[in-house]
């Protein structure tokens, strides 16, 4: 049986041999669900990056500029880091280089691995599916929060090691516990939710329809893939 483990902060990568894995980079608030929201909506490419000015760099060479720090837009930067900046006719055909405080910067961290997917509750069904039909072990890395562990990545760590319980082992405990966090919230993931730490520090943004919109389960059927150095669908 193919296995399943969840790191559940970037900082304890070390921990995790990705050279034979399939990784699934998952950062719920907010950063995956904007890249799946904004391939649903025709984005060519996401180039994804750990540092603030080599992104921003991008736009000398044509590219549309997106993300944030601490949850708000970067000064000078094109498109922030909300799911509804990426609906619609607005992405349509760009190339997009985008960087954020935590999701980027857990790509970047799983740099080596077999290969590197996106998921999202948005496009929870179609990661699952592509999962099933690989060959390769999996590690959900949850983005966390600046290093810290948080509730909605390990949410969707459990939501996942829910779903392919027939099929994948878990590895160690920590996807266990996800999966167990997940049976306690899934029928109420906005309210389990509400004490969160970036919910919290969503609210002061005045942003909470974006974290409704994010708990929402498969929206879209959509799977980003990093090749290159950028993401594009399958
Ligand atoms: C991140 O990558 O840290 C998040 O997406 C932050 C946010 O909600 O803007």
Request: glycine fraction near 6%; proline fraction near 3%; charge should be neutral.
């Amino acid at each position: 049986m193919k296995t399943i483990d969840v790191c559940l902060s970037p900082e304890l990568m070390h921990l995790y041999p990705v050279y034979d894995k399939t990784v699934v980079v998952v950062d719920i608030l907010r950063a995956t669900s904007c890249m799946v929201t904004a391939f649903a909506n025709g984005v060519e490419s996401i180039t994804p990056f750990a540092n603030l000015e080599e992104c921003l760099k991008m736009k000398l060479k044509g590219y549309v500029t997106a993300g944030e720090r601490d949850g708000k837009k970067v000064d000078g930067f094109d498109k922030g880091n909300s799911p509804f900046e990426y609906t619609d006719d607005q992405v349509r055909g760009l190339k997009v280089a985008f960087t954020t405080t935590n999701g980027t910067q857990a790509i970047e961290k799983s740099r080596g691995a077999k290969e590197i997917i996106i998921g999202s509750f948005l496009n929870l069904n179609s990661v699952a599916k592509y999962l099933l039909l690989s060959d390769h072990n999996v590690l959900v890395v949850c983005a966390g929060w600046k290093g810290k562990v948080n509730l909605e990545d390990t949410l969707f760590a459990g939501a996942l090691v829910d779903k392919l319980k027939d099929y994948l082992g878990p590895d160690c405990d920590a996807p266990l516990a996800a999966q167990h966090l997940y049976n306690i919230a899934r029928h109420d993931m906005v309210g389990f939710l509400s004490a969160s730490s970036h919910v919290k520090r969503l609210n002061k943004l005045n942003i909470h329809d974006d974290m409704k919109f994010c708990l929402t389960i498969d929206q879209f059927n959509v799977l980003p893939r990093l090749k290159n150095g950028e993401l594009r669908l399958r």
